[in-house]
């Protein structure tokens, strides 16, 4: 069973930046597809970002794009999410999650096995 654990969620201004991390427990991670999703309040979980198993591919929803991204450390089995220029808007609680096989949807969430329990992100205005 592999388990993500992510970190670095808090409460910044409008204009800032946070970095979100996500380390699984397997040492194999670097060749999981990894994604991140977000879900506010009142809302459904929405997509994020993604990177695909070999790390060369990247996606991304519209609304972050240009402010955030997505990269993995190999050696640490951790993905980042790096937001910069936050807006109330990206406000939710914010999920990891991983596949070990090809992703065929990387923007689906039941295209991922393993989620992690969430991180909270507030952006006040």
């Known amino acids: 069973q592999v388990q993500l654990v992510e970190s670095g969620g808090g409460l910044v201004q409008a204009g800032g930046s946070l970095r979100l991390s996500c380390a699984a427990s397997v040492r194999t991670f670097s060749g999981y597809a990894k994604g991140w999703f977000r879900q506010a309040p009142g809302k459904e979980r929405e997509f994020v970002a993604a990177i695909s198993r070999s790390g060369r591919d990247t996606s991304y929803a519209d609304s972050v794009k240009g402010r955030f991204t997505i990269s993995t450390d190999n050696a640490k089995n951790t993905v980042y999410l790096q937001m910069n220029s936050l807006k109330p808007e990206d406000t939710a609680v914010y999920y990891c999650?991983?596949?070990?096989?090809?992703?065929?949807?990387?923007?689906?969430?039941?295209?991922?096995?393993?989620w992690g329990q969430g991180t909270q992100v507030t952006v006040s205005s």
């Open positions: 999650a991983a596949q070990p096989l090809q992703v065929g949807h990387p923007d689906l969430e039941y295209d991922y096995e393993y």
